[in-house]
């Protein structure tokens, strides 16, 4: 059975920086694309970073784009997102997972994420 563990999230101030981390397993980490979603308050989920199995393709959101950087290293099963110039509207809980997302009978499956919180 799959698991996603993320952290790394915070509250932080207009300008600032995180970097969050999430360690999977129970899959075949390195064959899969991952990527980073988001939900913020009453939004839907969406996908705002994505890299390929081996790390040489991301592809971004255009609302993080220049400012979020995704990284995997693949021998600790860990998929990494640098977020810099962090403003209000990037508060949401963040989620990593496959592209697409695992799924248990026929669910999409998740972690339990982790809050980021951009203060102005």
């Known amino acids: 059975q799959v698991q996603l563990v993320e952290s790394g999230g915070g509250l932080v101030q207009a300008g600032g920086s995180l970097r969050l981390s999430c360690v999977a397993s129970g899959t075949t980490f390195t064959f899969k694309p991952f990527g980073w979603y988001r939900q913020a308050p009453g939004k839907q989920r969406e996908l705002v970073a994505r890299i390929t199995p081996r790390g040489g393709g991301q592809n971004y959101a255009d609302s993080v784009k220049g400012r979020f950087t995704i990284s995997r290293e693949n021998t600790k099963n860990t998929v990494y997102l640098q977020m810099n110039s962090l403003q209000p509207e990037d508060t949401a809980n963040y989620y990593c997972?496959?592209?697409?997302?695992?799924?248990?009978?026929?669910?999409?499956?998740w972690g339990e994420g982790t809050l980021v919180t951009g203060s102005s």
């Open positions: 997972n496959a592209d697409p997302p695992f799924r248990v009978d026929g669910v999409d499956s």
